[in-house]
C-alpha cells in the first residue's frame, strides 16, 4: 500500500547512458514533484507537474525530462549521463490545496555514473 | 528566493533530554511549513505540518512552532529517545505556487 512509489531503488549506470526513473502515486494528489538530493544533502526541487502539466521546471539540463502520462504518474528520463548526475532523486506528490499530510515523498533512487 | 538555514547542523544527546531544534526562513509569505525526519539511506517522513495562520502543531512527543513574521520554526522534541535519531528537515511552502524549499538538516544523534 505504498503512497508514493518509484522503481528502480538503486541505479548504476556509465557514463554516455539513458535511464528513466518511474514514479507513481495512489494517494489521488493533484502535484507531483521531482526532488534531487545531492552528496551534500540538500534537496532541491527539479520539476513539478500538476494534473500532467508542467507547472515547476528548475534551471536543470535539457538531458532531463519529466514525463506525465496521468496524475498518477510521473516519470523522469535522463539522457547522456555524467558523473555529476551522481545522486538521490526523490519523486513526491502533494495536494493542490494544503491538506495534511501535505507533501508525501517516496523512498528515493539513488543513482550512480560510473 | 527562498532561503532556509537550520540550527544546529549537527546535535548529540543522552537519551531523555528535551530538545528546540531551530529552522529560519528569509521570506515570510509562505503557505505553510512542513517538518520531516529522513533516516539514512531512506525517503523523507512527515511529521507536522504548520499552516501560515497556525502558531503550532503537537504530535505525540513533537511540538512544532511558527513565527511567520520572523520567519522562524521550531520542533520540540520531548524526552528524546535512540529511534529519534535521524535527519531533521524544516521546509517551507510558498505561496505562490507549490515548491517547498528545504534547510540542510539537524542531524540528530540520541545516545542511549
Known amino acids: 500500500d505504498t503512497a508514493v512509489s518509484q522503481t528502480p531503488k538503486y541505479l548504476v549506470t556509465q557514463m554516455g547512458n539513458d535511464k528513466s526513473i518511474k514514479c507513481e502515486q495512489n494517494l489521488g494528489h493533484d502535484t507531483m514533484y521531482w526532488y534531487k538530493q545531492d552528496s551534500k544533502k540538500f534537496l532541491k526541487i527539479m520539476f513539478s507537474y500538476n494534473n500532467k502539466e508542467l507547472i515547476i521546471n528548475e534551471t536543470v539540463p535539457n538531458r532531463f525530462s519529466p514525463k506525465s502520462p496521468d496524475k498518477a504518474h510521473l516519470n523522469l528520463h535522463i539522457n547522456s549521463l555524467e558523473l555529476g548526475d551522481s545522486a538521490v532523486y526523490f519523486c513526491?506528490?502533494?495536494?493542490?490545496?494544503?491538506?495534511?499530510?501535505?507533501?508525501?515523498f517516496g523512498s528515493g533512487t539513488r543513482l550512480t555514473v560510473v | 528566493k527562498q532561503e532556509v538555514t537550520q540550527i544546529p547542523a549537527a546535535l548529540s544527546v543522552p537519551e531523555g533530554e528535551n530538545l528546540v531544534l531551530n529552522c529560519s526562513f528569509t521570506?515570510?509569505?509562505?503557505?505553510?511549513l512542513q517538518w520531516f525526519r529522513q533516516d539514512p539511506g531512506k525517503g523523507l517522513t512527515s511529521l507536522l505540518l504548520i499552516q501560515s495562520s497556525q502558531r503550532e502543531q503537537t504530535s505525540g512527543r513533537l511540538n512544532a512552532s511558527l513565527d511567520k513574521s520572523s520567519g522562524r520554526s521550531t520542533l520540540y522534541i520531548a524526552a528524546s529517545q535512540p529511534g529519534d535519531s535521524a535527519t531533521y528537515l524544516c521546509a517551507p511552502k510558498e505561496t505562490s505556487g507549490s515548491r517547498l524549499t528545504f534547510g540542510e538538516g539537524t542531524q540528530l544523534t540520541v545516545n542511549p
Open positions: 513526491a506528490s502533494s495536494q493542490d490545496k494544503t491538506t495534511l499530510p501535505g507533501y508525501t
Open positions: 521570506d515570510s509569505a509562505i503557505y505553510n
